[in-house]
């Protein structure tokens, strides 16, 4: 008998299929993570509002929003940042002030302007 799938499951499944969807390979996945890199050699803790926030400023196309878990996937699994066990409260209205993870940088040089 096959137990029902975790939500840690369907997360990774959805994550997947994102990454390896062409449409959210393009312009938007590639400038959100140089975006995200950036922000963490400028800064030793971040959220992913601060990427959000970073990436509209920029004029990055909108996408499917699902794809920001790709992103910061990516970022961990290539040694940029880790998450950390604290939380913060999301500034996004579209997320209801839900908690969202910090992201600690090991990419962060004081130095960098």
Not at 4 to 12: I, K, S, V
Request: net charge positive; glycine share 4%; proline share 7%.
């Amino acid at each position: 008998m096959t137990s029902a799938p975790t939500g840690a499951d369907l997360r990774d499944a959805a994550i997947n299929a994102i990454e390896a969807a062409e449409q959210f390979q393009g312009d938007w996945y590639s400038a959100v993570y140089g975006i995200t890199r950036r922000i963490a050699r400028t800064n030793e803790f971040f959220t992913t509002d601060d990427v959000w926030k970073e990436a509209r400023s920029l004029g990055a196309p909108r996408t499917d929003p699902r794809v920001m878990g790709a992103v910061m996937r990516r970022i961990s699994r290539d040694d940029v940042a880790y998450r950390t066990r604290h939380y913060r409260d999301s500034t996004r209205p579209a997320c209801h002030s839900r908690p969202i993870p910090i992201w600690c940088s090991r990419i962060y040089d004081p130095s960098t302007p």
